[in-house]
């Protein structure tokens, strides 16, 4: 029988499809990756413990004031090394970090020593710590994340819209406790299977001049979570964009409630079902 030029595109297309969910999945599970996420907490201004780690942590900051710098104090017996360096702490360290940074500080546990890192970020003006243990069954129970099949008429050409200038709009993250900041650039205008209107959806912009949209649907909720991601490429000089629904994946978020991911800005909500994509990891 012989391959028409139309199915042999669409099968090239979705052999891309497979090796980008292969190489997504291998990427989820990447050693201390977001599915080892095992708690999230806020530093005080005085040494105190924190849940699931050995020492003292603080921070420098105060009702007044915001924090600076991060501490750690712990003895030898503590068992807790430099994730840089193995080097054992004794006594005090510090480190410094700038908002939206993130620090893989120290380990610890386990026969090398190195079951568990901690993560040490700074969100919103605060010093938090990241607990990421190897053991965390998520992580050594993943097979991957459960898709939509795979659907060629969820590949669309819209436009981008440029803004003059990018616009900073406050928004939510996943944490309640963190705001964040969405950097639109412009917009990306676009038409769906089964709808008669065109969509807008605010964009930010990513390295190489590519494109991320985040936005709700009528399947969060339901079959997926309450809202996902689409990389683009970046827009051909005519503005024209590609946008490949089946290639819609979950923020960290989706996987751990110790994530701080950013919500979509107030508009960028689509009014049907966009079945493509992943789905919720862990259905109800």
């Not at 360096?85 to 700038?98: M, R």
């Not at 970020?121 to 795979?150: C, I, K, L, N």
């Not at 676009?190 to 912009?205: C, I, K, N, T, V």
């Not at 990513?206 to 990389?231: I, P, Q, Y």
Request: hydrophobic share 35%; aromatic share 10%.
């Amino acid at each position: 029988m012989t391959t028409t030029p139309a199915a042999a595109t669409s099968t090239a297309r979705q052999e891309r499809w497979q090796r980008f969910r292969a190489n997504r999945n291998k990427a989820l599970a990447a050693p201390y990756g977001w599915l080892t996420l095992t708690s999230f907490q806020w530093l005080e201004d005085s040494p105190a413990t924190v849940d699931l780690v050995p020492g003292l942590w603080s921070t420098d900051g105060t009702d007044s004031a915001p924090a600076t710098t991060a501490f750690l104090t712990a003895t030898a017996s503590d068992g807790l090394t430099l994730v840089e360096s193995g080097e054992k702490v004794e006594g005090t360290i510090s480190a410094v970090l700038a908002d939206e940074e993130s620090l893989m500080w120290v380990q610890f546990g386990g026969p090398e020593g190195n079951q568990v890192v901690v993560e040490l970020a700074m969100r919103g003006g605060r010093y938090a710590v990241r607990t990421r243990d190897a053991a965390s069954p998520v992580f050594t129970g993943f097979e991957g994340v459960p898709t939509y099949p795979y659907n060629p008429e969820w590949e669309v050409v819209g436009r981008f819209e440029p803004y003059p200038a990018p616009v900073d709009v406050p928004i939510g993250t996943a944490n309640p406790l963190v705001d964040g900041m969405h950097r639109s650039v412009g917009e990306v205008v676009f038409r769906l299977p089964g709808s008669r209107h065109e969509f807008r959806l605010q964009a930010e912009e990513e390295k190489l001049g590519a494109l991320t949209v985040t936005f709700h649907d009528e399947t969060n909720g339901d079959t997926t979570d309450d809202w996902r991601k689409l990389s683009l490429a970046r827009p051909r000089p005519d503005g024209s964009v590609v946008l490949d629904f089946n290639r819609t994946i979950n923020y960290p978020s989706a996987f751990t409630p110790y994530g701080t991911c950013p919500m979509p800005v107030k508009n960028n909500s689509l009014d049907i079902r966009v079945e493509a994509g992943e789905k919720q990891p862990y259905p109800a």
